[in-house]
């Protein structure tokens, strides 16, 4: 039982890059350059996309892999699937394995669902009459109970990724792979997915999971491993694994700032988009924002005509997309006037009420007199919150706690309980000792309520 | 785990096999009126135009030496033939086809062209019923006599050669053509050529030429006439020749199997 469910060890795993010979053309006129000299080396065709990777996951534990994109997590779970072989090193996997790349992979359009149910349980490893007994399960989870006899062309991609997760998650492997496949469905799915995610954990299988969603990934994981380009950055519980991504990130944006000057920003338009940044209380450039922390948006124009009304809005998206916020000056009717010329537009904002993580803003330009869009960036100007790695969910408000003591006095009533700590985020209950309590400082989704213990009422101001 | 072996993966394979071939079989079939009725279509209808060339547009058969009435001999050839050449012409595209799989999950890559020959071998079936209703109107109507003989027992020896070879083959070419997409193309025509140098609708020049020599080499000349000597001409086949067809095939299906084992792990990355 001490040995490890899944075994990483030292691993380096290259790929090539372009130099795929893919017609025989190609091979000749590749072979042709290498005999007249002129071809490219190895070394500057191929880079690593794994480097010494180390690391094991104990029987029955759920360990995270996070990382910015291409930081090769998806390649450790193809190693670790068997889909690749590592160039160096060694992968092993002790047990049923599962591994869920990509939901629905297999799936044959001119299929109907039950045929393809039928065809992917296979290829996942479910023998015929295990899939027979858990068809009614599957079906009812994925909630197609009237399309099973429909071919799987016309599902909706709602429902198409529904019964690809659902028959994955009924596979009952000892070791499940999964690879940023929560991000479809809609929102109600996505915690059933979760939750089965849970409860095969719980019910003791190794999960290894993939995702960009730090939220997710916490409430399932209890260690994660940071990848970044190709190398183990940090290894540890999820909460510091992620404090450390997140401080990683803002250190990557303060070294490259984003790039103001893409095609889409309007040049040679009526609106030009100059520059945006961000600035703190202090008029000091913000790299990164802390919850709660008073920001103050400068945008700079140039109008190449005048425009009568203008209307800016500025928008706001998680990394998994999502549309979070949205604020426009034409809603008080703050239409601007412009000239010819170049303009700053300021927005205040007292706080941003979102936990830790990495966000996407995007600018968008109106004519309100004429109706017309003259500038819509996509969203790619990121911007990182920081809260030391403390936040699950997504959003952190101020708020307050507060502790009365409604019945006194048994024996045991001496036990009052004391609560401290830098409570950020779940459960800030830290520590029972004979003290009154103290004031709890907390941002984030709340903890459970202490049982009725005795102990002096308290109100417990929030930062 | 580690690396699965070929032992250690042997039962997903055989888990995997019948449940691909059903696919292959079902998709093929689904949304055609004739649906399984085109594994009987195709081979009557290139025995009729066979017949049609060889008796109508350029004379008789018999002229190239063959003594039973024509369409019997074209279509004991053709049975074989369409299982071969349907056989190789989806092996070759069955891993690009399949790219989904070989990038996203693992499992024995030797699924897709055993799948392949395996929905052929159903076809092939069907056909077979089909070459015994053809057997029993020929001789039913008195210019040709059926006599059953105890080389009707060899055919399913000639028939596992036939896999072996097939399987050998497509192995090689689904992997080259993973590889150079070239292979696809250079086949649709290999594959034209070949059926005229394997005995399938005329008999080959037995007259100890060059020609004659080097098409002997090709080990299925001994296999397609193998089914035509056992099942119609009631004596077993050509010693020498179906030996060496065997010792060919066998070659090819290990050198085939081996090879795309030891490429499999490429497969996706370079698909």
């Given at each position: 039982m001490?040995?490890?469910?899944?075994?990483?060890?030292?691993?380096?795993?290259?790929?090539?890059?372009?130099?795929?010979?893919?017609?025989?053309?190609?091979?000749?006129?590749?072979?042709?350059?290498?005999l007249l000299g002129r071809g490219t080396g190895d070394g500057r065709s191929t880079f690593w996309a794994l480097d010494d990777v180390d690391f094991e996951v104990a029987r029955g534990e759920a360990v995270g892999i996070i990382g910015p994109n291409g930081a090769g997590k998806s390649t450790v779970l193809k190693l670790l699937a068997g889909i690749?072989?590592?160039?160096?090193?060694?992968?092993?996997?002790?047990?049923?394995?599962?591994?869920?790349?990509?939901?629905?992979?297999?799936?044959?359009g001119d299929l109907t669902g039950r045929e393809n149910l039928f065809l992917n349980g296979a290829i996942l490893g479910m023998s015929r009459d295990e899939v027979r007994r858990k068809l009614d399960a599957i079906v009812s989870f994925a909630g197609i109970e009237r399309f099973l006899d429909m071919p799987v062309k016309r599902y909706s991609s709602g429902m198409y990724a529904r019964l690809g997760f659902s028959i994955a998650a009924h596979v009952e492997p000892e070791v499940l792979l999964?690879?940023?496949?929560?991000?479809?469905?809609?929102?109600?799915?996505?915690?059933?997915?979760?939750?089965?995610?849970?409860?095969?954990?719980?019910?003791?299988?190794?999960?290894?999971?993939?995702?960009?969603?730090?939220?997710?990934?916490?409430s399932i994981c209890g260690r994660a491993i940071v990848l970044e380009q190709g190398r183990v950055a940090h290894e540890g519980p999820a909460r510091d694994a992620v404090g450390h991504y997140m401080s990683a990130m803002s250190r990557a944006f303060a070294d490259r700032p984003a790039d103001l000057h893409a095609d889409d920003d309007g040049r040679?338009?009526?609106?030009?988009?100059?520059?945006?940044?961000?600035?703190?209380?202090?008029?000091?450039?913000?790299?990164?924002?802390?919850?709660?922390?008073?920001?103050?948006?400068?945008?700079?124009?140039?109008?190449?005509?005048?425009?009568?009304?203008?209307?800016?809005?500025?928008?706001?998206?998680?990394?998994?997309?999502?549309?979070?916020?949205?604020?426009n000056s034409g809603r008080g009717d703050r239409m601007f006037n412009g000239d010819a010329g170049v303009h700053r537009i300021g927005l205040r904002l007292p706080e941003i009420p979102l936990s830790g993580g990495q966000y996407f803003w995007n600018v968008r330009i109106w004519d309100a007199e004429h109706g017309t869009t003259l500038l819509d960036t996509p969203f790619r100007f990121p911007m990182v919150i920081n809260d030391g790695g403390h936040g699950t969910g997504a959003l952190c408000l101020d708020h307050e706690w507060s502790f009365d003591s409604v019945e006194a006095a048994t024996a045991a009533s001496d036990n009052s309980l004391s609560l401290?700590?830098?409570?950020?985020?779940?459960?800030?209950?830290?520590?029972?000792?004979?003290?009154?309590?103290?004031p709890l400082k907390g941002r984030g989704a709340g903890g459970e309520y202490p049982p009725g213990l005795g102990g002096a009422r308290e109100d417990l101001p929030v930062r | 785990m580690g690396h699965a072996t070929f032992f250690s993966e042997l039962p997903r394979l055989r888990a995997l096999l019948p449940v691909l071939t059903w696919r292959d079989l079902r998709v093929r079939y689904k949304q055609s009126l004739l649906g399984i009725g085109w594994a009987v279509l195709l081979p009557v209808s290139m025995m009729l135009l066979f017949t049609f060339v060889f008796t109508r547009a350029i004379g008789g058969a018999s002229a190239f030496g063959v003594r039973m009435p024509y369409p019997l001999y074209a279509f004991a050839g053709l049975v074989p033939?369409?299982?071969?050449?349907?056989?190789?012409?989806?092996?070759?595209?069955?891993?690009?086809?399949?790219?989904?799989?070989?990038?996203?999950?693992?499992?024995?890559?030797?699924?897709?062209?055993l799948s392949c020959v395996a929905s052929a071998l159903v076809d092939f079936a069907i056909a077979l019923l089909v070459l015994i209703a053809l057997i029993v109107y020929f001789h039913l109507r008195g210019d040709?006599?059926?006599?059953?003989?105890?080389?009707?027992?060899?055919?399913?020896?000639?028939?596992?050669?036939?896999?072996?070879?097939?399987?050998?083959l497509g192995m090689i070419l689904a992997m080259a053509n993973l590889f150079y997409r070239d292979v696809r193309q250079v086949f649709s025509i290999a594959i034209q050529l070949w059926m005229f140098v394997s005995a399938v609708v005329v008999p080959l020049p037995h007259d100890g030429s060059f020609w004659a020599k080097l098409f002997a080499l090709n080990p299925l000349v001994p296999i397609i006439s193998a089914y035509r000597d056992c099942i119609l001409n009631g004596h077993g086949p050509d010693g020498g020749a179906f030996l060496y067809a065997a010792v060919v095939a066998i070659l090819f299906l290990i050198f085939g199997w081996v090879g795309f084992r030891r490429a499999s792990f490429r497969f996706a990355e370079c698909i």
């Open positions: 001490d040995r490890p469910a899944v075994r990483f060890s030292h691993v380096a795993k290259r790929f090539r890059l372009g130099e795929t010979h893919d017609t025989l053309r190609d091979l000749l006129a590749y072979g042709v350059r290498r690749l072989r590592p160039d160096r090193g060694a992968v092993s996997v002790d047990g049923r394995l599962a591994a869920l790349i990509e939901v629905g992979a297999g799936f044959h999964v690879d940023e496949v929560l991000s479809v469905g809609d929102a109600v799915f996505r915690l059933r997915c979760l939750e089965r995610m849970r409860r095969l954990v719980h019910s003791g299988t190794t999960l290894v999971f993939v995702t960009h969603d730090l939220d997710q990934m916490q040679g338009g009526t609106v030009e988009l100059l520059d945006l940044r961000w600035f703190d209380a202090d008029h000091e450039e913000v790299v990164w924002v802390r919850p709660g922390q008073g920001i103050r948006a400068e945008l700079t124009l140039r109008l190449v005509r005048p425009v009568r009304s203008l209307v800016v809005e500025l928008n706001m998206r998680a990394a998994t997309n999502e549309p979070l916020l949205s604020l401290q700590g830098e409570g950020w985020g779940e459960g800030a209950l830290v520590g029972v000792t004979p003290h009154p309590a103290s | 033939w369409t299982f071969f050449s349907t056989s190789l012409g989806n092996c070759v595209n069955s891993l690009v086809a399949n790219r989904n799989l070989v990038t996203k999950v693992y499992f024995p890559r030797e699924v897709f062209p040709w006599t059926f006599t059953p003989t105890p080389a009707l027992l060899f055919v399913p020896v000639v028939l596992l050669i036939q896999i072996a070879l097939t399987v050998g």
